[in-house]
């Protein structure tokens, strides 16, 4: 199959993508403007007013993330000397976000069906009784890695950070020190997640690395809240490995922990498997992420975020439209052609 095809083969692959998805969002689905050429000031600008706008999503990763900071961490005077009890407390309180929001999200969307297959991607249940999960079953299996692996290796990460700061092995700045850097940290920080993703993740294609570590993520097809952490414990310890950065910037906690929760909570969120999440009569979330959605199905295109130039830059981005699936038939058709030459 060619990318510019038959008017049949046109036809013909748009009804194959209807019946792919339940729902999907308008599409092309476009990256964010940043990264688009010729770069415009104005999109960019419109973008992240949209992206922060109060109330939308990374705005209340943000609030949660000052909250958590203010009244739910160890004071730097604490972590000055290492104690598991800190250690366990900052645990115990991951432990509870992450069965908040994961379950909270099963709750209200697979067992409790609160808005039915309203903008579902796929309309299909979790997988039970399946020799590819652990335990058979699919979401047993992803909980039981987000608990074990997760939020004990995410606790370590975090923790790791607060005793560099307390000792000095990592630079601390408040808000009244320096309000410009501080704010600009916190605008940059989703995009320098975003980057970070990509190459791991990237790099878990390959080989040995995907057969071993990343397969386990990729058993989930069609994916819920708990899905977005069931992954290798190796895994789990790259997809943190991001918050180094915080070793070399001169930062706060507050940026770390906001760092942290764009796994910690991103990670349910983004693989919830709806597009916008119905919280109660008069509230909506946008949380699915149809680009990665597009990745778990057909695993070798969108490998990092919307914020992210990569995919484009190494064509491979899929744009979820029927032309995106021919586009991809042809990639593939190219690379097995260049492997056999
Ligand atoms: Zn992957
Ligand atoms: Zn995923």
Redesign the pocket.
Known sequence: MSVSGSNNNTVEAGRESRRAWHFTPELPIQQAPLFELPLSAKASARYFITIWRPFGFRFLLLLAAIVVWTWFTPSLARARTFDWAWVLEIGLRNLIIMVFVAGGLHLLLYVWHRQGDEQRYHDRPMEVDSPTFFFRDQVWDNMFWTLVGSVPIGTLWESGLLWAYANGYATLITFEQNPVWFVSLIIIIPIYSGFHFYWYHRLFHVGLLYRWFHSW??K?IN?GPW??HAMHPVEHVFVYSDLLLYLFVASHPIHVIFNHMLHSIA?PT??CGYHTVRINRFFSLQLGDFM?QL??RYFDCNYGAYESPWDKVFDSFHDGTPEGDEWMAARRKRIRASRKN
Request: glycine share 16%.
């Open positions: 993520h990729h989930n994916t899905s977005g990670g983004s693989h990665h990745h778990h």
